[in-house]
């Protein structure tokens, strides 16, 4: 493939998950040796074996997953390995000053003296940014750079980028999310399956072509369903309080979802929807309050007891909570039920029935793997989330706690992963939807309850939710 970036502009590579985007940006940074081909940077052959000679170049990249220190302050991670020294010792004031600088010349706004561990996901990615600049970088790579941030948190992004272009420098922005790369690019190339298939511009191209390209027929980028009728009450909430850190983090919240109904949860991010669904599924201690699945209370039992009473969870990070990266795609398929018959007799494991159903969920959900016992980490970040959703639905669950579903998931498989909750919500599953993209909450949501700071602000039907409502709810201005 050939990919020609200018100085000066925002070039979206644009692609399905697997197609070899990440890939072929970590050839330019040095991750991965390509095995022919020529790379030139700023108009000269350049030899790429290391990512230290992508730094020395001036070619920086912010991995999807940050890589951070958490312990450390702002300063501190930025200039690790380039430290500023004074006599032998090294000199954090002025560390301190160069980072406020760097920060302040393009739009960066982060407090150096703080630790990491305490900042939000949209101000890492800022240090993250910071440190390639402060690197040198001229060139940046953004890998799924929205993939964990909330709306406001993208805008920021896209402001920042800005910021970059303007003074010359240029972004490789990888991505499979259409509406921002209508956003934000001025050159497009798509890929599909490790080829290019078209480069082009959003004054050429809408978003219909662009999927089509993608995935290479055309994909429906809106939800088609029917009205839904509700059932029997399968979860049921009642006056929850969880704390988080000393805090108050869920704020004596009742709600209810019905067999055959999706309740969407809507709200900027660090509202309390996570502590939420943690508690749900019994990965966080509840301070008061009631959980019941069907008429069973199940507020002091454990995540096993509940996954096996027909609770499901897809969770909103898939490396901490969802998969065991070194086991392989065959073991994750079956995690919540390893325990249990056809795969586990009188203690011995059932190997035939592992594989059985790993190769069948492979199949049905287009993991793109080449075997059941390749480890989860070969897998692509969009296919991993694909073993989790496949996992979750393919286990036949009476509720479904869905956080986030589709993070870092492409457009076609977003359409495959709607389809799939909205087909088992009309066999009866009750969903509980919780996502920071609005618009999947409008699209999939039968039901939309508000959170703003811990508590339900507001349940709204899902057919009448008006975008700028809920918006200002999102906001507590409302």
Do not use: C
Request: charge should be neutral.
């Amino acid at each position: 493939m050939d990919l020609d970036v200018r100085w000066g502009e925002v070039h979206a590579l644009l692609g399905e998950n697997g197609a070899g985007k990440s890939t072929l940006m970590n050839v330019v940074y040095g991750l991965v040796h390509q095995d022919s081909g020529t790379i030139e940077f700023d108009g000269k052959p350049a030899q790429v074996h290391s990512p230290q000679d992508a730094i020395r170049l001036g070619i920086g990249m912010v991995h999807q997953h940050f890589m951070l220190i958490p312990v450390l302050t702002v300063a501190e991670n930025i200039v690790l390995g380039r430290e500023v020294q004074n006599a032998g010792v090294m000199d954090l004031g002025r560390a301190y000053r160069t980072v406020r600088e760097l920060s302040e010349r393009y739009g960066l706004q982060v407090d150096p003296k703080a630790r990491v561990e305490d900042l939000s996901v949209g101000v890492q990615q800022r240090v993250e940014i910071l440190k390639a600049l402060y690197r040198g970088a001229r060139l940046l790579i953004l890998d799924e750079p929205t993939a964990v941030l909330t709306p406001q948190e993208v805008s920021g992004l896209f402001q920042i980028v800005r910021n970059l272009t303007a003074e010359g420098n240029a972004v490789i922005f990888i991505t499979h999310k259409l509406a921002e790369v209508m956003e934000i690019a001025d050159q497009i190339t798509v890929m599909r399956r490790g080829k290019v298939v078209a480069t082009t511009n959003p004054k050429e191209s809408k978003p219909p072509d662009l999927a089509r390209m993608m995935v290479g027929r055309s994909v429906l980028l809106r939800v088609e369903k029917q009205r839904a009728k509700p059932g029997d009450v399968l979860l049921r909430v009642e006056d929850l309080v969880v704390m988080d850190r000393r805090q108050v983090a869920v704020d004596h919240i009742s709600l209810e979802v019905r067999a055959g109904e999706i309740l969407g949860v809507a709200g900027v991010e660090g509202n309390g929807q996570n502590e939420l669904v943690e508690s749900i599924v019994g990965l966080r201690a509840t301070r008061s309050g009631h959980i019941r699945l069907g008429a069973r209370d199940v507020s002091r039992r454990s995540t096993r007891f509940r996954l096996h009473s027909g609770l499901g969870l897809i969770p909103a990070d898939r490396h901490r909570e969802g998969i065991i990266l070194e086991l392989p795609i065959s073991d994750n398929l079956i995690l919540n039920r390893y325990d249990l018959p056809p795969y586990e007799w009188w203690m011995v494991r059932q190997f035939r029935a592992i594989r059985a159903t790993a190769e069948r969920l492979i199949k049905t959900f287009d993991i793109r793997a080449q075997s059941p016992d390749q480890p989860a980490s070969s897998l692509s970040g969009g296919n991993q989330q694909k073993l989790v959703v496949a996992r979750e639905l393919g286990t036949g669950p009476k509720v479904l706690v869905a956080s986030q579903p589709t993070r870092g998931v492409d457009v076609g498989s977003i359409e495959f992963i709607h389809r799939q909750i909205i087909s088992q919500r009309d066999a009866g599953l009750g969903v509980l939807l919780v996502s920071s993209e609005l618009d999947e909450v409008l699209a999939l949501a039968d039901r939309v309850a508000v959170m703003y700071r811990g508590r339900i602000v507001a349940v709204l039907d899902g057919e009448d939710a008006d975008r700028d409502r809920i918006g200002l709810l999102m906001a507590g201005a409302a």
